[in-house]
């Protein structure tokens, strides 16, 4: 009982659960932006009212082709949010930080597992094999 008491209080899973709940609490606050707000400007745009209540019928079968429109915006909507506001500024701040590769390091074979090494290494960080370094 203790391992999942220590489980459950680890500070990872506190904040995923946290990002769950406040994108669940986004995800209904744009559901809700576009049904009562996006579509209606769409709807009066177009001249016949309320967009997201449209129907059309086949052989007494509905279509709710408005509800799927109000949650086609709303996909759009968030996939943008995520991408401009988490994705681009993530990407931005791993660019800053990556660090550069050394411009045509010197290297050589290490004689015991033959991966290339460091000329200057006296020791082969593969397989830790010693060897003497090789400087041109």
Do not use: Q
């Not at 709807?43 to 007494?60: E, V």
């Not at 931005?92 to 050589?108: C, G, I, M, Q, V």
């Amino acid at each position: 009982m203790s391992g999942f008491k220590k489980f459950l209080l680890r500070g990872n899973l506190v904040e995923l659960a946290v990002a769950f709940v406040i994108g669940v609490a986004f995800a209904a606050l744009v559901t809700a932006l576009v049904a009562h707000f996006i579509t209606p400007v769409i709807g009066l745009l177009g001249g016949k009212g309320a967009f997201g209540g449209r129907t059309f019928t086949i052989h007494k079968s509905v279509f709710k082709y408005g509800d799927f429109i109000n949650a086609l915006i709303g996909f759009v909507i968030m996939a943008a949010v995520v991408y401009y506001l988490v994705v681009v500024p993530f990407n931005a701040l791993l660019d800053r930080y990556k660090k550069e590769p050394e411009p045509d390091a010197p290297t050589r074979e290490c004689p015991e597992c033959l991966s290339s090494i460091p000329a200057a290494a006296t020791r082969c960080s593969f397989c830790t094999a010693t060897s003497a370094p090789t400087i041109a």
